[in-house]
């Protein structure tokens, strides 16, 4: 449980996997709500912190309302995810992500359910929100804050 739960808080993100796929599908049908304000649209890279310290995470924002994480850096594990975001203000926004945390050798070892809210100013993202942190039978093993910090570093998302 304390890999798991190292592995869980080390890396950030998702929800607790059995309703990732239909979390992304009412994004994509919906999309983001912009109205000519600040748009969150592609590639971001920056840091997640967390009790157990600070890691690396990716963000791709597509146009439709899907939301692609990587975390960690996958020689020893790491993490992966699909969710949704919407804008709720001129530059603020919301998003959601279900995350695959997984082992050096690619096996599942738990998932993240993470909730964000956070401000966007020009190429920068600051964002808070709580991270659900479960382990790979879907059993609910801790819950903490997190904040992000991200920079774009393209105006085009990356794919899932």
């Known amino acids: 449980m ?7 808080l080390a890396t950030t993100a998702a929800l607790a996997a059995p309703n990732a ?9 919906s999309g983001p709500r912009t109205g000519g304000a ?15 310290g600070l890691g690396d ?9 899907v939301l692609c994480l990587r975390s960690g850096d996958g020689g020893e594990g790491g993490g992966e ?11 603020t926004l919301s998003y959601q992500v279900t995350e695959r945390l997984y082992d050096g050798t690619g096996a599942t070892v738990g998932f993240v359910r993470v909730d964000q809210r956070g401000v966007q100013h ?4 600051k964002s808070d929100g709580l991270s659900k942190i479960y382990d790979a039978t ?3 093993l801790a819950t903490a804050p997190a904040h992000v910090e991200v ?9 899932c």
Do not use: D, K, M, Y
Request: avoid cysteine; charged fraction near 15%; aromatic fraction near 4%.
């Open 122 to 125: 020009a190429q920068r993202i």
């Open 81 to 91: 995810g699909r969710g949704r975001w919407h804008a709720t203000g001129g530059n």
């Open 151 to 159: 920079r774009r570093i393209s105006t085009a998302p990356e794919p």
């Open 57 to 65: 995470v990716t963000l791709s924002f597509h146009r439709n309302g």
């Open 21 to 29: 796929a239909g979390a992304a599908s009412a994004g994509e049908r």
């Open 138 to 140: 879907g059993t609910h």
């Open 2 to 8: 304390t890999t798991i739960l190292a592995v869980g």
């Open 38 to 52: 600040v748009s969150p649209v592609g590639t971001w890279e920056g840091t997640v912190q967390h009790a157990e």
